[in-house]
């Protein structure tokens, strides 16, 4: 029952309808619709071109306050870090001053000795000369020696003679 319906439909139709049962595009626009009204083109306002610039403006007032900040932060971390370089290389310097102050007394007192110690040559000499009244003192020892031991053959040769004790 169903497909003459169809047929009956079909043949109650306009003939412009009949090739297109299954579309709904030319045939429900060309019935009449009520009328709603007319929509309105809405026209932009004459402030648009100033929102643009408006809109522009605030974008790169943010953009740029965006930037400074982080600027003024990557400024305050180089400041900081100049800062600590700074107190490194102050105190490394009073490092470097107090061991060259050292080093300036410790010349201060090799000049001292080297002008009180006596050289090689100033050694040898009196080593030379040491070495002389060495020689000396042995020679006067061997004289004393030799003039005691003619003493002592002296004193004997009288003890034999005469027979008699002498008590030193």
């Not at 006596?118 to 004289?143: I, M, N, Q, W, Y």
């Amino acid at each position: 029952m169903a497909p003459l319906r169809c047929l009956s439909a079909a043949r109650t139709l306009p003939r412009y309808t009949q090739t297109r049962l299954f579309s709904n595009g030319q045939v429900l626009r060309n019935e009449a619709t009520p009328n709603l009204g007319t929509v309105q083109v809405q026209k932009k306002p004459v402030g648009g071109f100033r929102g643009g610039i408006v809109g522009f403006l605030f974008g790169f007032s943010l953009a740029s306050s965006f930037a400074a900040y982080h600027l003024l932060e990557e400024y305050q971390h180089a400041s900081a870090a100049l800062q600590a370089s700074v107190e490194t290389l102050q105190t490394n310097t009073e490092k470097i001053s107090a061991h060259v102050r050292r080093i300036e007394a410790v010349e201060e007192d090799l000049k001292a000795l080297s002008q009180a110690s006596a050289s090689k040559e100033d050694v040898t000499r009196l080593r030379a000369e040491t070495k002389k009244l060495l020689d000396g003192l042995h020679v006067e020892f061997l004289d004393l020696r030799s003039h005691v031991w003619g003493i002592q053959q002296d004193l004997q040769a009288l003890a034999k003679k005469h027979s008699t004790t002498v008590r030193i």
